[in-house]
Nanobody, 128 residues
């Protein structure tokens, strides 16, 4: 059974950093596109960053470009989101996702190709 479990969220001051982790099980991890999404109260879910191994592509939302870094450790079946210079508008529930990869990262993060496997979410709060 496909399972994704996020961790690493918490409360951080503006300008601070957090590293989110997502441990995957139940599938061949390195064949899958992975993504991080977030949802703030009252807002739609937003694709933050994705990796698609099918074409070795990476995507970042404009709002996080230069501040966030997505990575994966296939040996550990784990994906990460390093978040630096955090801003209050980064506050929300962050979800990891995985889907067999057949296209470029942008299509996954934009929602053109849907992720079918999701973690439970981890809360990130950026506040002074």
């Amino acid at each position: 059974q496909v399972q994704l479990v996020e961790s690493g969220g918490g409360l951080v001051q503006p300008g601070g950093s957090l590293r989110l982790s997502c441990v995957a099980s139940g599938f061949t991890f390195h064949y899958y596109a992975i993504g991080w999404f977030r949802q703030a109260p009252g807002k739609e879910r937003e694709g933050v960053s994705c990796i698609a191994p099918s074409d070795d592509s990476t995507y970042y939302a404009d709002s996080v470009q230069g501040r966030f870094t997505i990575s994966r450790d296939n040996a550990k079946n784990t994906m990460y989101l390093q978040m630096n210079d955090l801003k209050p508008e980064d506050t929300g529930v962050y979800y990891c996702a995985a889907e067999p990869s057949s296209s470029t990262a942008y299509y996954y993060c934009s929602g053109y190709i849907k992720f079918n496997s999701w973690g439970q979410g981890t809360q990130v709060t950026v506040s002074s």
